[in-house]
Nanobody, 127 residues
Framework: QVQLVESGGGLVQAGGSLTLSCAAS????????MAWFRQAPGKEREFVAG????????YYADSVKGRFTVSRDNAKSTVYLQMNGLDPEDTAVYYC????????????????????WGQGTQVTVSS
């Protein structure tokens, strides 16, 4: 079973950039669709970005489209979230999630579609 560990969070000024990483341990990382979710205080967890098990298909929430980029390196068992143009509204705990799947193209945008989660990493954007 894959275990997930996020890193790269921190404090950044509005307009700045951060790159989050999610390292997966265990076997067969390439059998998992991966996604990033976030949860701000008092709000529900929301989908941010997803990437299929083969890196060709990516999906984004409208709120981050054009600013965030999700990518993965199956050889390193790592998924990334490059975040540019950060806004205070992006402040949240960011979670990495994995879904074992035979579908090479999909990465669902619902949290219930993912069975494995990391512990989260805090991203704080100051104005």
């Amino acid at each position: 079973q894959v275990q997930l560990v996020e890193s790269g969070g921190g404090l950044v000024q509005a307009g700045g950039s951060l790159t989050l990483s999610c390292a997966a341990s265990g076997r067969a990382f390439s059998n998992y669709a991966m996604a990033w979710f976030r949860q701000a205080p008092g709000k529900e967890r929301e989908f941010v970005a997803g990437i299929s098990r083969n890196p060709g298909f990516t999906y984004y929430a409208d709120s981050v489209k054009g600013r965030f980029t999700v990518s993965r390196d199956n050889a390193k068992s790592t998924v990334y979230l490059q975040m540019n143009g950060l806004d205070p509204e992006d402040t949240a705990v960011y979670y990495c999630a994995a879904r074992f799947t035979i579908d090479s193209a999909r990465a669902p945008n619902g949290a219930s579609g993912y069975g494995l989660w990391g512990q989260g990493t805090q991203v704080t954007v100051s104005s």
